[in-house]
């Protein structure tokens, strides 16, 4: 312990007679070149012309920002939400069947069909892959899609036994002997 004591001491008190050294021009050529590597390390450096800095920023295309277009994280929130609410919805639409239930299970299971599969066309069905046209063309039918969808079941709901009935019809029937 003493001995731990007595280095930690050296140490401390070699530190700055080594730094008064170099800075005297004392000591060896190879603590001289690290002493000037150091230095230049750790001063900053000199901020860049003008001309490199518009360079440096120069795009072909506009840039896109995420946060520029709306705001994610109440999407996601609402995402979240909606699926967390179709554990409610769901067993409660089909134990209580009604055309109210019905229409709330529709519009909640085709807005989280529309987001879940959104989300696949964001991901995979990109711009450089695919050129800037495709995107757009699957987003738009998959608006197409998810609106026919949502008049179809509500048409259902309406002109129909409805999707709780159906669902309850389907689990009671008795297989042919």
Same mark, same amino acid.
């Given at each position: 312990?003493?001995l &731990?004591f007595? %280095? =930690?001491s ?13 800075? +005297?021009?004392?000591?060896? #050529?190879?603590a001289?070149?690290?002493n000037?590597?150091? !230095?230049?390390l750790?001063?900053? !450096?000199?901020?860049p ?6 360079? =440096? ?6 840039? =896109? ?6 705001n &994610? ?5 609402a995402? =979240?939400?909606?699926s $967390? ?5 769901l067993p ?13 299970? +529709? ?5 989280h069909? @529309?987001?879940? %599969?959104? #989300?696949? $066309? /964001?991901?995979y ?7 800037? +046209?495709?995107? !757009? ?10 609106a026919? /969808?949502?008049g179809g079941?509500? @048409?259902?709901? &309406? ?9 309850? !019809? ?5 297989p042919?002997?």
């Amino acid at each position: 312990m003493a001995l &731990h004591f007595v %280095l =930690r001491s050296s140490c401390r008190n070699s530190a700055p007679v080594f730094v008064s050294l170099l800075n +005297a021009g004392k000591a060896p #050529a190879v603590a001289r070149s690290l002493n000037s590597v150091s !230095k230049s390390l750790l001063l900053p !450096k000199p901020a860049p012309s003008l001309a490199l800095a518009s360079l =440096r920023q120069f795009t072909a295309s506009p840039v =896109r920002r995420a946060a520029a277009t709306g705001n &994610h994280v109440t999407l996601w929130n609402a995402e =979240r939400a909606l699926s $967390v609410a179709l554990l409610g919805i769901l067993p409660v639409g089909l134990m209580f069947p009604s055309q109210a239930g019905d229409a709330l299970m +529709a519009v909640s299971i085709v807005m989280h069909q @529309y987001w879940g %599969l959104e #989300a696949i $066309v /964001t991901d995979y069905v990109r711009p450089i892959l695919f050129g800037a +046209a495709v995107p !757009k063309i699957c987003h738009g039918l998959l608006l197409v899609v998810s609106a026919a /969808t949502l008049g179809g079941l509500f @048409y259902f709901i &309406h002109n129909d036994i409805g999707i709780a009935n159906t669902i309850r !019809k389907i689990w009671s029937t008795k297989p042919k002997a």
